[in-house]
């Protein structure tokens, strides 16, 4: 990746008054449906520094602008039901919240933001039936929160089919990243390289030419991990030990737990997501485990996953790109501090201490930025002006370990691109820097 573009300096009380949108702006400046060569659905990155979607062949309506007034609808297929049932519920709560708090302020050029919500139990199949009925009946305006790979791919054709954007979707796979082919799909979080080399790293930190035993999750991310870390370790000098594959739903993990203390392992990465969290850590402590253990960024909640395990949790490590909204050093946040004022506000059944409600607050926070920016643009608020928004957007996000994001096509194709490693500290409920980091760049 090249250097990333300095954002624009912006002031503290400006970035309070414009939280909801998102300090900052976008490099696209027009309704301009990139051609010159670039594929059917994705884009082409001009002399200028703009990347700009190719909207050749879209239906008319994809630079229309929205009547005066009409609804911003917005579709979101998550799992609200099936193994992942826990983490979507969350998410939408974040997103209800965000969203009403932009209506109380005027919406977006006067256009509400109107949430269309369905399950599709972290099927493909499902996802794709509720992709036809958002480009059909529905007629969505964007799309947003897609998870898993399998899902994102089934899907997106039907979305490139429509020009209907489908953004800030959760893979770590690096496949879902691909603005050149398809530039009508953003990603909301680093790939799954980056917190694989940062594990790596932090591993071979701790325990040199170690041995590693992988707890590995059979579900997209899983998949994605068995891409990424064990050539990361390997490169850093660890032995990995044979992988414990362990089903989606499994809910006892007793037996890979004794595998993994019997066989003598400095440390265990875990490649899990959900509740299998808890389950995991509850088994490691059960078999006595002392070694290290790393979570990745699934399982990053204080509250959630480490709390309730007291002082055997103590010492455990995860990966982190946002800041845990349950810990006590978040919440003099400037961002932190609307995020809990608006679920307060428009959501007070949620609970805002979960770190997949911030997740879904902070892409719907997202996307009210690239909303604005594209109202502003030549043409007004249209799906083509709203993606060509979304690949060149600069924007702070106060409530990210690393707060200044952008993207800009393929040179920045991922608008989180910085990973760190953090212990937890049971005594303080809090987590604590290792100084251990990595930051994705396109090679």
């Not at 002031?11 to 909801?20: D, H, M, N, Q, R």
């Not at 599709?120 to 897609?146: I, M, S």
């Not at 044979?242 to 993994?260: C, F, G, M, R, S």
Request: aromatic share 6%; with cysteine.
């Amino acid at each position: 990746m090249t250097a990333k573009k300095l954002i624009r300096a912006v002031s503290l009380a400006t970035c309070l008054v414009l939280a909801l949108a998102g300090c900052g702006h976008s490099r696209a400046g027009g309704d301009a449906a990139a051609g010159g060569g670039a594929a059917p659905r994705g884009g082409t990155m001009g002399a200028d520094g703009v990347f700009r979607v190719n909207a050749d062949g879209c239906p008319a309506d994809a630079s229309q602008p929205l009547p005066d007034g009409a609804p911003i609808k917005v579709g979101v297929s998550m799992a609200l039901s099936g193994p992942l049932a826990a983490v979507g519920a969350p998410n939408i709560d974040g997103l209800r919240a965000v969203f009403a708090a932009a209506n109380a302020e005027g919406g977006i050029d006067g256009h509400p933001i109107e949430l269309v919500v369905k399950d599709d139990g972290y099927d493909p199949a499902r996802a794709t039936a509720n992709a036809q009925a958002f480009t059909g009946q529905e007629k969505v305006f964007a799309t947003l929160l897609q998870i898993s790979n399998a899902s994102i791919v089934a899907t997106r054709p039907i979305y490139e089919a429509a020009c209907v954007p489908q953004l800030g979707t959760i893979s770590q796979h690096r496949e879902a990243a691909d603005p050149e082919r398809h530039a009508w799909t953003t990603v909301t979080i680093p790939p799954a390289v980056t917190e694989a080399e940062a594990a790596a790293e932090y591993l071979a930190k701790m325990h040199p030419n170690g041995t590693v035993m992988e707890f590995r999750q059979q579900v997209t991310l899983g998949e994605d991990w068995a891409a990424v870390f064990p050539p990361a370790a390997q490169r850093r000098g660890l032995r990995l030990l044979e992988v414990q594959h362990i089903a989606p739903t499994e809910t006892n993990l007793d037996a890979p737990a004794a595998k993994l203390t019997a066989s003598g392992a400095d440390a265990v990465m875990a490649e899990v997501q959900g509740p299998m969290c808890v389950s995991m850590l509850q088994s490691l402590a059960k078999a006595g485990f002392t070694g290290t253990v790393v979570l990745t960024s699934a399982c990053n909640g204080a509250k959630q996953f480490l709390q309730p395990l007291g002082k055997s949790a103590d010492g455990v490590a995860a990966l982190f790109f946002q800041k845990d909204p349950s810990t006590p050093s978040a919440r003099s946040d400037p961002g932190m501090k609307r995020y809990f004022d608006d679920l307060a506000k428009y959501q007070p059944k949620a609970d805002p201490t979960v770190t997949m409600t911030l997740n879904g607050y902070e892409a719907g926070n997202l996307l009210v930025h690239h909303l604005r920016d594209a109202a502003r643009m030549e043409g007004g608020l249209t799906r083509v002006n709203l993606m060509n928004a979304a690949w060149n957007a600069e924007v702070e996000r106060t409530t990210f370990l690393q707060p200044k994001q952008s993207m800009n096509g393929p040179k920045d194709p991922y608008i989180i691109n910085d990973v760190t490693v953090q212990t937890y500290d049971a005594a303080a409920n809090d987590w604590r820097p290792t100084g251990v980091g990595y930051t994705y760049r396109v090679e």
